[in-house]
């Protein structure tokens, strides 16, 4: 599904978050929005979610005006920085929340139900752990069954928020070649944040990035690392964050 962000802007309180912001996703890319600590990452993926409202402009998906939807109606799967996963829920029970809280027009049997979450269990390889408590998985694990969930409802549009900022870096890794292949083999199309440059430069198609609520720079990672638009703030070379 393409999205098409149209000049869109956000203030809180009196402090421009989103200045006149316009992008537009192609149906299939990964994309990483990335930029230093409040730059307005968070606020535009939320608002791409409908999460969060925008003062102006309009979130177009697939031709089709979505700005007024509820996030529900958007049909996205939303990842939290820090998973948010149900602690009193089993792995289990937090994929299948998706399904059972859908309208019993739409809602899937149990059977079919029980089959989705083994499938997805499966795709972020995590069958052996379905009857497990969020609080008896590591972080990465944790990670993965927040993914899985997100995935349940098929979503067309992945929205991540630093999914992996609080993971060490084998694990940090290991989730985003799953997150790239994942976008080799399904039709979706991801915008995920975050403030890592080698995060950004390793598996996203296109990086965006944002600067005071602006978009600095847009280009593939090979452009933005040959010619970044701001040496001061990414040289691509060292680190700077
Ligand atoms: P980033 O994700 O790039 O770190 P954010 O989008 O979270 O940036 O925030 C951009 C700016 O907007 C920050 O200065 C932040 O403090 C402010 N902000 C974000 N959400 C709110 C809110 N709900 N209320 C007030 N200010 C907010």
Redesign the pocket.
């Known amino acids: 599904m393409s999205i098409e962000i149209c000049n869109v802007s956000k203030t809180?309180?009196s402090?421009k978050?989103l200045n006149d912001i316009s992008l537009s996703i192609q149906t299939g890319e990964l994309v990483a929005l990335l930029?230093p600590?409040?730059?307005?990452?968070?606020?535009l993926l939320r608002i791409i979610a409908g999460l969060e409202t925008a003062d102006q402009g309009s979130i177009i998906f697939d031709g089709e005006d979505n700005t007024s939807k509820s996030t529900q109606d958007r049909k996205v799967g939303f990842v939290f920085q820090h998973y948010a996963l149900f602690k009193h829920m089993t792995v289990f029970e937090n994929i299948a929340f998706g399904l059972r809280v859908r309208p019993s027009k739409f809602r899937p049997s149990k059977e079919a139900i029980k089959k989705k979450v083994h499938e997805l269990l499966e795709l972020v390889k995590m069958e052996e752990l379905a009857n497990r408590y969020p609080s008896q998985l590591s972080g990465g694990q944790r990670q993965r069954i927040a993914l899985a969930r997100a995935l349940a409802v098929e979503p067309k549009v992945l929205l991540l928020d630093e999914p992996f900022g609080a993971l060490d870096a084998k694990v940090r890794k290991d989730l985003r070649r799953w997150l790239r292949k994942l976008h080799d083999e399904y039709p979706i199309t991801s915008v995920f944040?975050t403030h890592d440059q080698e995060e950004a430069l390793d598996v996203a198609d296109r990086i965006v990035i944002?600067n005071q609520g602006k978009i600095e720079q847009i280009g593939t990672p090979e452009e933005v690392y040959d010619n970044p638009a701001n040496p001061f703030v990414y040289n691509f070379l060292g680190n700077v964050n």
Request: proline fraction near 0%; charged fraction near 15%.
């Open positions: 809180f309180d402090f978050a930029g600590s409040g730059s307005g990452k968070t606020t944040v944002l």
